[in-house]
């Protein structure tokens, strides 16, 4: 399990780092629909009866419209013999790529309305503390004394 972990961090990480994640997601989700509904492309996979290099060869070929990152991400699935892990990496992929989303939109409730120069400085701080650019969406709650919530 925990090299499912790693798979599903090290793509994700390289995803984001080439602001692709989104794309590859929607990809990925087709992956898991090949693979749970499609008899043949799950055999293809799975067989023992090809080699590593034929099934590569098999999948980059009948996948030769998706991204060459998710053809070279089951290249290396196939060659660690760890396809039997697939929809499990591709299920933690995308709980990451969730959590990401997430991170970029943040809620800032304060007692009083922010002028533009502190939003954008707090936007700032935010920013460089998650290495993202969040969508920030302002609250005015007369109930809290001080200071600020965000979420």
Known sequence: MQKNHKYAKTFF??????DNIS?????????VYLF?????FRLVLITKRLNHDNK????????HSFDPIIIEFLSIIIKNNHI?????IISRFN????????????????????NEEDLQSLSHAISQKLNVS???NTLVNVDIIG???LR
């Open 13 to 18: 990480e390289l995803c984001k780092k080439i």
């Open 23 to 31: 794309h590859i997601q929607n990809q990925l989700q087709s992956i």
């Open 36 to 40: 749970s509904k499609v008899s043949a």
């Open 56 to 63: 590569i060869d098999i999948i980059s070929k009948s996948l």
């Open 84 to 88: 039997n892990h697939l929809l499990n």
């Open 95 to 114: 709980n990451m790529a969730h959590v990401h989303s997430h991170m970029n939109n943040i809620e800032i409730t304060t007692a009083n309305k922010l």
């Open 134 to 136: 969040p969508k920030i």
């Open 147 to 149: 200071g600020i919530k």
